[in-house]
């Protein structure tokens, strides 16, 4: 069977998918700071996450050294450009038709080439095997669109996901995913 640990640095959040979602393998903590030994896991995911640490080569150390050789690292983030500043900041954020996001959930300075998370990451022993574009696949007036309507109550979080139809491959622009593999 699999075993699955989460962090969340929320002490709400790991109560609420406690006691409402059953989940027992999350704690309160940071990914700087696990206590796992070394090679302790065979897949790593950081979904939603790099964009937002204080310490991102920190992360990717203790990240890095509790995964196996051979384990797999499986990253999605936000690239530091204006089209993703655009994106993630002015209209998720800041934008009063459109914003969903509360005030500085994304900040500018924390987000990531696709060449800074490369390089950090094979700093500690991952070898990027692919990175790819996130990106809508409706054009970004239809985008608007939807955002607004999620904005008035007329559509769920759920159902706006499903419209914007969201695809990978493409331009690593805005937001982009990727792999990589732990280097024995």
């Not at 989940?23 to 309160?28: A, Q, R, T």
């Not at 940071?30 to 796992?36: A, H, I, L, N, Y």
């Not at 500043?85 to 800041?94: S, T």
Request: with cysteine; net charge negative; aromatic share 10%.
């Amino acid at each position: 069977g699999w075993k699955a640990y989460g962090y969340e640095v929320s002490s709400q959040a790991v109560d609420f998918a406690k006691n409402k979602l059953g989940l027992n393998g999350i704690s309160c903590g940071r990914v700087e700071e696990s206590g796992f030994d070394k090679g302790s896991f065979d897949v790593i995911t950081l979904w939603d996450v790099l964009e937002h640490v204080n310490d991102l080569e920190a992360v990717i150390r203790e990240s890095a050294r509790v995964l196996g050789d051979g384990g797999l690292y499986l990253f999605d983030t936000i690239n530091r450009t204006e089209v993703a500043r655009q994106a993630n900041i002015f209209a998720a954020q800041q934008f009063p038709l459109t914003s969903f996001f509360p005030p500085d959930t994304h900040v500018w300075e924390k987000f990531i080439t696709p060449e800074e998370l490369s390089a950090l990451l094979a700093k500690h022993g991952l070898g990027v095997r692919e990175m790819t574009g996130l990106c809508a696949g409706l054009p970004d007036g239809q985008v608007a669109w939807l955002l607004l309507q999620r904005k008035l109550g007329l559509l769920t979080f759920a159902e706006l996901g499903r419209r914007l139809q969201f695809h990978t491959g493409g331009s690593l622009d805005s937001n982009y995913l990727g792999w990589a593999v732990k280097q024995g």
